[in-house]
């Protein structure tokens, strides 16, 4: 179980106990079962490997037992409609995306600060080089900018919390032999609100570092070893050094069904390490079941359920 901050690290004012609180909520302070299932789809005709412009459109749905992380541990459905168009240069050695994807969010149950629905913005692109058949490199880079204005009436008075976030990630796969490969990935995201009073506690960079390791046992059967670390930096306040990291360590089953579907199922565990020292660490098992189905060239279906450390 997570350690609660709240109790161990006990403060003389009010407010950097709701700190505490609120830096717990987003990071990793509550075990939690995270349920999705995911649709996506092409709404135009299949397109062909060398078409220049591509739109989609992504329905997500997720389903949480407990939304905030916290000890009401609330019930909550996520909606998400995404349409997505992109430019991608003539494949090559080297390809390069250009994307745009609007989002809508509605939440079925959200909190007294929290908005029922939320528009983000997303713009990306993507460097895709092939230098040998046993190289694979990328660079992606993705900014999103949300309006979330202030809230002021009789119930919740909540300072505006729009924010911009931008995250970067790259990618090195090397082909070990015929039935086996290792990446590695690095990734950062940096968020900034814009309104000072909600920057100070909200403000955050985030750094991970992960490798897989593929291995095939059978034709239709992939073996994966997973590991990685993650850092998470948050401004100190009244003397509490809000920042962690987390470590993580897995192994999982990828198995081809039939020319249409795939499942697979990952297990491992997840250590958090506190900056402060009074704060101790936490650690959890966690498990992750996926099922992925092609019912036509132009849609896809994925279903998963995940039990973990909330990030």
């Not at 750094?207 to 997973?226: A, F, H, I, P, S």
Request: hydrophobic letters at 35%; aromatic letters at 8%; proline letters at 4%.
């Amino acid at each position: 179980m997570l350690i609660n901050p709240a109790k161990i690290f006990v403060k003389n004012t009010v407010e950097l106990e709701k700190i505490l609180m609120e830096t717990q909520k987003r990071i990793i302070s509550a075990v939690c079962c995270l349920c999705f299932i995911t649709i996506v789809g092409n709404v135009l005709a299949e397109p062909k490997e060398s078409d220049s412009f591509k739109f989609s459109m992504t329905v997500l749905t997720e389903v949480t037992d407990n939304r905030d992380s916290s000890a009401d541990a609330d019930n909550n459905v996520d909606v998400y409609l995404r349409p997505r168009i992109s430019k991608t240069s003539s494949p090559d050695i080297t390809r390069v995306e250009f994307s745009y994807a609007p989002s809508y969010r509605y939440r079925s149950n959200p909190s007294d600060i929290q908005n029922e629905s939320e528009l983000m913005q997303d713009v990306g692109m993507s460097i895709v080089h092939t230098p040998s058949p046993r190289v694979r490199l990328s660079l992606e880079e993705r900014f999103n900018l949300t309006d979330d204005p202030a809230i002021h009436d009789d119930k919740v008075d909540r300072p505006d919390s729009t924010y911009i976030l931008n995250r970067a990630r790259g990618f090195a796969g090397y082909e070990l032999d015929r039935r086996s490969s290792v990446d590695f990935e690095i990734k950062s995201t940096i968020k900034r609100y814009d309104e000072s009073i909600v920057a100070r506690t909200s403000d955050e960079d985030i750094t991970g570092l992960n490798m897989t390791y593929w291995r095939e046992l059978q034709k239709d059967v992939g073996l994966l070893v997973t590991g990685g670390r993650t850092v998470y930096n948050y401004d100190n306040y009244n003397e509490l050094e809000r920042g962690l990291s987390t470590t993580q360590a897995g192994i999982g089953i990828e198995k081809i069904i039939n020319a249409n579907a795939r499942c697979g199922f990952r297990v491992g565990y997840t250590s958090a390490q506190y900056d402060d020292s009074e704060l101790g660490t936490a650690s959890s098992p966690f498990g992750a079941l996926s099922l992925q189905i092609h019912t036509i060239p132009s849609l896809r279906i994925n279903a998963g359920a995940k039990y973990s450390l909330k990030e």
